[in-house]
């Protein structure tokens, strides 16, 4: 009995480990969103090091539309906007957010930010939909 114990555990480690490696996205799973609300799921790797970014805040910033010519406009507000800290693995899942467009920053407990970009000097803008899983696989960014 306490043979095929060992080999249970033994299984079940290797399973473990074989699941938890950075490539392709998030490992967790994330709830569906309730009634109304969207949720993000991603791993953010540092381009600096190459490495996930971990135990760090990452922030969803709501996108508005200049009404002149329809660019976007984001504000983070660190008190309401949505977010999350990253795990171990840099995977962050933000649940139950309200359904729109959203910027994704990066950002320190000293106060330091990063803003995910598309390409240089432009922010990517991710749009949750109601009722919806994004996940968004791995994302790069520019930090520390």
């Known amino acids: 009995m306490r043979r095929h114990m060992n080999i249970f555990i033994g299984l079940l480690a290797l399973l473990l480990t074989a699941c938890s490696g950075i490539a392709g996205g998030p490992t967790i799973q994330a709830p569906q969103p309730a009634a109304g609300k969207a949720t993000l799921t991603a791993r953010i790797i540092s381009t ?3 490495k996930p970014i971990v135990d760090t805040a990452i922030r969803l910033a709501p996108i508005n539309r200049n009404l002149v010519d329809n660019q976007p406009i984001f504000l983070l507000n660190e008190s309401t906007s949505p977010g999350a800290r990253t795990d171990a693995n ?5 649940a139950n957010v309200d359904p729109q467009e959203y910027v994704m920053i990066v950002s320190s407990d000293m106060g330091d930010h990063a803003v995910v970009t598309d390409k240089p000097d432009t922010a990517k803008i991710w749009k ?4 919806k899983v994004l996940n968004v696989g791995e994302v790069r960014v520019k930090y520390p």
């Open 48 to 50: 600096v090091t190459n």
């Open 90 to 94: 840099g995977d962050v899942v933000i």
């Open 128 to 131: 949750l939909e109601s009722g």
